[in-house]
Nanobody
């Protein structure tokens, strides 16, 4: 069974930084597209960043230049480095894993709160 466990959320002031981590167990990590989604109160869940197994990346426009997604296949871990955080980045951040054959998996989420 594939499991995703996020960590690294917390409270930070506007302009600060956080690094989220997501450890994947139960499958071959390198075969998955990995990503981060977020859901703010009363809003729909939205894609933040995705990194393919081949290394290509995609970011939503609002985080370009501030957030960086990376992955360490040896540690079965995907990271989201978040710099210059803004109050509008406040949300629950979810780790996401997708494989065409094995399916899609989600973590339980980690809360990021950015104070102004």
């Amino acid at each position: 069974q594939v499991q995703l466990v996020e960590s690294g959320g917390g409270l930070v002031q506007s302009g600060g930084s956080l690094r989220l981590s997501c450890v994947v167990s139960g499958s071959i990590f390198s075969n998955y597209v990995m990503g981060w989604y977020r859901q703010a109160p009363v809003k729909q869940r939205e894609l933040v960043a995705v990194k393919s197994s081949g290394g290509s990346t995609t970011y939503t426009d609002s985080v370009k230049g501030r957030f960086t997604i990376s992955r360490d296949n040896a540690k079965n871990t995907v990271y989201l480095q978040m710099n210059d955080l803004k109050p509008e980045d406040t949300a629950v951040y979810y780790c996401w894993a997708h494989n065409t054959i094995a399916g899609t998996y989600w973590g339980k989420g980690t809360l990021v709160t950015v104070s102004s």
